[in-house]
């Protein structure tokens, strides 16, 4: 799998609007970028993918850019809640696919 | 998503004894689960590869001997950490896949305690 590059941490203040960066300049044609969250002490929870094109759900907003060797995670009005690592992971498609985790980004935000 | 299970949250054992911990898919059928373990302020490592029905693949370096992997039906899968010693500490996260999907939906993870 390519190898994903993340800041070591992050702040953001309650309510506005956190962007995480990831760097996957090697990223292959058919590899998708993947982002999970861990809470303290918790299992990874999913949050978005996307292959070429900007993606959009409930909790985040994934923008990939047009040579696909970058990405930014938007999670639009941060919450303590949002408090977690946050891990950027490229893998081709297909669920039995296993995810190679990096060592994230520690997101802190402040109230 | 998918919910996924893991029994014990939980477990201080003694030096040298064996423990079982169980991962189930709660409302969908898994025919793949992964194992992984993290150490504290550490990453995600995979351990290994379960199938439905067949022998666990294990990544390098990974003792199959010591770390057994059942995965019997498609909703229950079991990691077994035989002889257990101090450095086996750590928390231990399966996750299932399901066909069709493309993400993986993790266990809330059992951590172990060795004495």
């Known amino acids: 799998d390519a190898k994903t590059t993340q800041p070591t941490s992050m702040d953001c203040a309650e309510g506005r609007a956190a962007n995480l960066p990831c760097n996957h300049s090697t990223i292959s044609g058919n590899e998708y970028v993947y982002w999970y969250r861990q809470i303290h002490s918790q299992g990874p929870q999913y949050i978005i993918h996307?292959?070429?094109n900007n993606e959009t759900n409930e909790m985040a907003s994934l923008i990939i850019t047009e040579d696909r060797k970058s990405s930014t995670l938007i999670l639009p009005h941060a919450t303590l809640r949002d408090t977690a690592v946050y891990y950027c992971i490229v893998r081709v498609a297909g669920g039995a696919q296993k995810l190679v985790f990096g060592q994230g980004t520690r997101l802190t935000i402040n109230p | 998503g998918a919910v996924v299970s893991q029994h014990p949250s939980r477990v201080i054992c003694k030096s040298g004894t064996s423990v079982k911990i169980e991962c189930r898919s709660l409302?969908?059928?898994?025919?793949?689960m992964f194992w992984y373990r993290q150490f504290p302020k550490k990453s995600l490592m995979l351990m290994a590869t379960?199938?439905?029905?067949?022998?666990?693949?294990?990544e390098q370096g990974v003792e199959k001997d010591k770390f057994l992997i059942n995965h019997a039906s498609l909703t229950l899968s079991t990691l077994t950490v035989t002889s257990a010693h101090p450095e086996d500490s750590s928390f231990y996260i399966c996750s299932e896949v399901l066909a069709g999907r493309n993400e993986q939906f993790f266990g809330p993870g059992t951590r172990l305690t060795v004495l």
């Open positions: 409302d969908f059928q898994a025919t793949t």
């Open positions: 379960s199938n439905e029905g067949s022998k666990a693949t294990y």
């Open positions: 996307g292959l070429k």
